[in-house]
């Protein structure tokens, strides 16, 4: 088990830029895959940004260029810099880790992103 909080959140105006932060509860060596999905109204959960745990990164093609995932394994964080955000970014955003050897997946609750002028 592992609890996720996101933050980072807000409102932002277009071409801005902000960074989410996902908090796990321990040690997030044991889990393979961990990623950025996002969730806009009547709309269905995409994958935003993934990064495994050898370092190798993955894009929607959408935010290619402007997304960037990190992880930082001794803090048990993972982060999504968003720049050039655009209003379709708007969408609640969620951090999801997969666990290397059980494969199960684990979900924050989610942290707002409006883009808006």
């Known amino acids: 088990q592992v609890q996720l909080v996101e933050s980072g959140g807000g409102l932002v105006q277009p071409g801005g830029s902000l960074r989410l932060s996902c908090a796990a509860s321990r040690s997030i060596i044991s889990f393979n895959a961990m990623g950025w999905y996002r969730q806009a109204p009547g709309k269905q959960r995409e994958l935003v940004a993934r990064?495994?745990?050898?370092?190798?990164?993955s894009y929607a093609d959408s935010v290619k260029g402007r997304f960037t995932i990190s992880r930082d394994n001794a803090e048990n964080m993972v982060y999504l810099q968003m720049n050039s955000l655009k209003p379709e970014d708007t969408a609640l955003y969620y951090c999801?880790?997969?666990?290397?050897?059980?494969?199960?997946?684990?979900w924050g609750q989610g942290t707002q992103v409006t883009v808006s002028s």
């Open positions: 999801n880790v997969v666990h290397r050897f059980t494969g199960v997946g684990y």
């Open positions: 990064i495994i745990s050898g370092g190798s990164t």
